[in-house]
Nanobody
Framework: QVQLVESGGGLVQPGGSLRLSCAAS????????MSWYRQAPGKEREWVAA????????NYADSVKGRFTIFRDNAKNMVYLQMSSLKPDDTAVYYC?????????WGQGTQVTVSS
């Protein structure tokens, strides 16, 4: 069955870095656009970053541009989110998403807390 399993979350101080990982299985990973979303307490889920299939083109939300990097390894069915210069406002549950219209899948999320 389809699985997206996020890992790498945790507690980090402001200005610190974290790398999130998402392991995919059960579908043709290389054919799917992969994205990261996040949801802070009391807020709606918001899109963070996306990476396309073969070209690997990337896009970022303005709030993370220049601080976060999304990349993928199609050989390992993995997508990553490298986060640096973290701010308290980055605190959220981060979700991995796979889309190839009309199909879409979500992971269960990993908590990232930025606090001193």
């Amino acid at each position: 069955q389809v699985q997206l399993v996020e890992s790498g979350g945790g507690l980090v101080q402001p200005g610190g870095s974290l790398r999130l990982s998402c392991a995919a299985s059960g579908f043709t990973f290389s054919s799917y656009t992969m994205s990261w979303y996040r949801q802070a307490p009391g807020k709606e889920r918001e899109w963070v970053a996306a990476i396309t299939t073969t070209s690997g083109s990337t896009n970022y939300a303005d709030s993370v541009k220049g601080r976060f990097t999304i990349f993928r390894d199609n050989a390992k069915n993995m997508v990553y989110l490298q986060m640096s210069s973290l701010k308290p406002d980055d605190t959220a549950v981060y979700y991995c998403n796979a889309v190839r219209s009309p199909m879409g899948y979500w992971g269960q999320g990993t908590q990232v807390t930025v606090s001193s």
